[in-house]
């Protein structure tokens, strides 16, 4: 008999477990589909709970700071929508690399325009979420646009100056003004790395 109920016992907190992990999963996909639909400032613990079809409390157990469900969510999405690594392209052929990695981010951008643009615009109305991006993104875009301006440049003062323009040029609020502008992604790659290849060569003016 023992061993029985030890079984038993043993299968409960395995079903537990899943039903906990299948929950934990629809409340995060019920997130992440209210920050492409509405944004993240505009999706509260209420609209994630009726989305997911479990009671408000069930989010809170889950996720009892909303820095956790953020984190969460940003996983989620960027595991089902990798974003291109944009250092794989930071190759010595004098900046190419630049203009492929910019055609490839700008095309990830409009895969997703509907996210990005919510995240962005929200991401300063929520200090948890900026947070999340000076943690995670910001650091990806500084250390990309440092490893192309090295590339590029040829005196300390070149990479520098291309560097702060590269990172301009990362921003998903200069591709959506430039594409809101009617530009295709390949030519708004090609003008801004052409805009760092002279940069890198020239510098900044003094």
């Not at 490893?147 to 440049?153: M, N, P, S, Y």
């Not at 003008?191 to 940069?199: D, F, K, M, P």
Request: with cysteine; proline share 4%; glycine share 6%.
């Amino acid at each position: 008999m023992n061993g029985v109920s030890s079984d038993q016992r043993r299968y409960e907190l395995k079903a537990r477990a899943v039903r906990q992990r299948r929950t934990r999963q629809r409340i995060i996909a019920a997130t992440a589909a209210l920050h492409r639909e509405v944004g993240p400032a505009r999706t509260t613990i209420v609209d994630v709970a009726r989305r997911a079809g479990v009671q408000r409390l069930t989010v809170y157990n889950h996720f009892p700071v909303l820095q956790d469900l953020l984190g969460a969510c940003q996983q989620h999405f960027l595991t089902r929508h990798p974003p291109p690594d944009l250092m794989s392209f930071a190759s010595g052929d004098k900046g190419g690399g630049l203009d492929a990695a910019l055609v490839a981010l700008y095309s990830w951008y409009r895969a997703h325009r509907s996210i990005e643009h919510n995240v962005h615009r929200d991401r300063h109305l929520i200090p948890e979420l900026d947070e999340l991006m000076r943690a995670n993104a910001d650091p990806q875009f500084d250390a990309a646009a440092s490893a192309h301006a090295e590339v590029l440049g040829t005196t300390p003062a070149s990479v520098e100056a291309a560097s702060c323009l590269i990172r301009v040029a990362l921003e998903f609020s200069t591709w959506e003004l430039l594409a809101d502008r009617g530009m295709a992604d390949a030519d708004i790659a090609r003008l801004l790395w052409q805009a760092a290849t002279c940069t890198a060569k020239e510098g900044v003016p003094s």
